[in-house]
């Protein structure tokens, strides 16, 4: 059974940092492609960034610069460097993983960006 479990979110002020944490668990994480989605209030899940098991990544435009995703196979962890935030990145993250053509999503960690 694939667990992800997701950590790091919290209150932050614009223009301020956090590092979102997904520890996985039940699949052999090296080999496949993790991501991060967030969804806020009102709105649909957006796809934020995607990391594959090669360490190539791709981020949504709305990030790009500004966000890092980076992945230790040792410890089954994938990570979400956020920096300069901004009120829009309010939302919860979630952690998503594919396997056997299933789809694994995390409880989801809440992120707010306010002064």
């Known amino acids: 059974q694939v667990q992800l479990v997701e950590s790091g979110g919290g209150l932050v002020q614009p223009g301020g940092s956090l590092r979102l944490s997904c520890a996985a668990s039940g699949s052999i994480f090296s080999l496949y492609t993790m991501a991060w989605y967030r969804q806020a209030p009102g709105k649909q899940r957006e796809l934020v960034a995607t990391i594959t098991s090669g360490g190539s990544t791709n981020y949504a435009d709305s990030v790009k610069g500004r966000f890092t995703i980076s992945r230790d196979n040792a410890k089954k962890t994938v990570y979400l460097q956020m920096n300069s935030l901004k009120p829009e990145d309010t939302a919860v993250y979630h952690c998503?993983?594919?396997?056997?053509?299933?789809?694994?999503w995390g409880q989801g960690t809440q992120v707010t960006v306010s002064s």
């Open positions: 998503y993983e594919r396997v056997g053509g299933r789809d694994y």
